[in-house]
């Protein structure tokens, strides 16, 4: 998919599901950009070029992926941690997913997708900080 091997989807999810949250633990979040950078960083596979379509799309299955890894344990969305550079918000298919995952209704407003976004990093800020 998306060019790459199983075995590297699964190498970037681990490792991105990491970062996220050490992201969470410091209470930050991060940029496409900064999560693209360490990734390749950290696992050595060649980075995503945002510049072509199709290597967004990878992204968004990437941090898609992430979701699903992660979610069983923490019922939340770890993807609300990345947000585009310059932008205070997540990107289309982090909405997408959360309506997939039934957290987030079909249609919903500006606003409460918004609200839907900050409680999510909140929440995600909140559950790594714990002692």
């Given at each position: 998919?998306y060019?790459r091997s199983?075995?590297?989807?699964?190498?970037?999810?681990?490792?991105?599901?990491?970062?996220?949250?050490?992201?969470?633990?410091?209470?930050?979040?991060t940029?496409?950009?900064?999560?693209?950078f360490?990734?390749?960083?950290r696992t050595g596979?060649?980075?995503?070029?945002?510049?072509q379509?199709?290597?967004?799309?990878?992204m968004?299955?990437?941090?898609?992926r992430?979701?699903?890894?992660?979610?069983?344990?923490?019922k939340l969305?770890v993807?609300?941690?990345?947000?585009?550079?310059?932008?205070?918000?997540?990107?289309?298919?982090?909405?997408?997913?959360?309506?997939?995952?039934?957290?987030?209704?079909?249609?919903?407003?500006?606003?409460?997708?918004?609200?839907?976004?900050i409680?999510?990093v909140?929440?995600?800020h909140?559950l790594?900080?714990?002692?």
């Open positions: 998919m060019g199983d075995e590297v989807w699964d190498q970037l999810t681990g490792a991105g599901l990491k970062f996220l949250i050490e992201r969470a633990q410091l209470r930050k979040v940029t496409y950009t900064e999560m693209n360490v990734l390749a960083r596979v060649s980075g995503f070029d945002f510049e379509a199709d290597e967004r799309a990878a968004g299955h990437l941090l898609g992430i979701v699903e890894r992660d979610y069983p344990e923490s969305m993807s609300a941690l990345v947000h585009y550079l310059g932008a205070n918000d997540a990107g289309p298919g982090f909405y997408t997913l959360a309506q997939q995952l039934a957290l987030l209704p079909k249609g919903a407003s500006a606003t409460a997708r918004l609200e839907f976004w409680g999510q909140n929440s995600l909140e790594h900080t714990r002692s």
